[in-house]
Antibody
Framework: QVQLQESGPGLVGPSETLSLTCTVS??????????WSWIRQSPEKGLEWIGY???????KYNPSLRSRVTMSVDTSNNQFSLRLSSVTAADMAVYYC?????????WGQGTLVTVSS | DTQMTQSPSTLSASVGDRVTITCRAS??????LAWYQQKPGKAPKLLIY???TLESGVPSRFTGSGSGTEFTLTISSLQPDDFATYYC?????????FGQGTKLEIK
């Protein structure tokens, strides 16, 4: 059974960098079969795909966030990570990690990130 | 950017009803469309991909159809577990845009 679990600070200050990690069990981030994505959800913007990372480090980001997003993968710990810089109140959302690109067939439970000083 | 518009935004129905949710794309996306179900406090769950392919384990009362710019999700006979919010999502463009959601409520 595949499980994904997000972790990271639930509170980030304005203009700071949001950092989250997704730990995968039941599958391998090193698998050539899968891409690993981040998706967020807010009442204002709804569901928004942020980007994906492939096990060799290839990334693709949503053009609307491309200038602020960095993703990385840690195959030794079976994790992948998200960094979003210069956050504002508009970045407040539930952040999900998910398996896939285009079609997201496994999701983490989500973690709420609040932006506030 | 491809915009995805769902209708209706809210749908009231009863157990046993047949319901249809529509999703329209602002430009053609071929069949690159998925449907998800989300319950409060939970992550979305994949139901259908490539417009009409049922994800493994999803009940056959869920049916997806359409191509190009107009798509539908039909639930043939509503069950109590089906009351949730449904999202379409295109994966033809760089942005992988989701619709705004359709909340299916108990009448």
């Amino acid at each position: 059974q595949v499980q994904l679990q997000e972790s990271g600070p639930g509170l980030v200050g304005p203009s700071e960098t949001l950092s989250l990690t997704c730990t995968v069990s039941g599958d391998s981030v090193s698998s050539s079969s899968n891409y690993w994505s981040w998706i967020r959800q807010s009442p204002e913007k709804g569901l928004e795909w942020i980007g994906y990372i492939y096990y060799i480090g290839t990334t693709k980001y949503n053009p609307s966030l491309r200038s602020r997003v960095t993703m990385s993968v840690d195959t030794s710990n079976n994790q992948f990570s998200l960094r979003l810089s210069s956050v504002t109140a508009a970045d407040m959302a539930v952040y999900y990690c998910a398996r896939g690109y285009g079609v997201f067939d496994q999701w983490g439970q989500g973690t709420l990130v609040t932006v506030s000083s | 950017d491809t915009q995805m518009t769902q209708s209706p935004s809210t749908l009231s129905a009863s157990v046993g009803d047949r319901v249809t949710i529509t999703c329209r794309a602002s430009q053609t996306i071929s069949s690159w469309l998925a449907w998800y179900q989300q319950k409060p406090g939970k992550a979305p769950k994949l139901l259908i991909y490539r417009a009409s392919t049922l994800e493994s384990g999803v009940p056959s009362r869920f049916t997806g159809s359409g191509s190009g710019t107009e798509f539908t999700l039909t639930i043939s006979s509503l069950q109590p577990d089906d009351f949730a919010t449904y999202y379409c999502q295109e994966y033809n463009s760089e942005s992988q845009t989701f619709g705004q959601g359709t909340k299916l409520e108990i009448k």
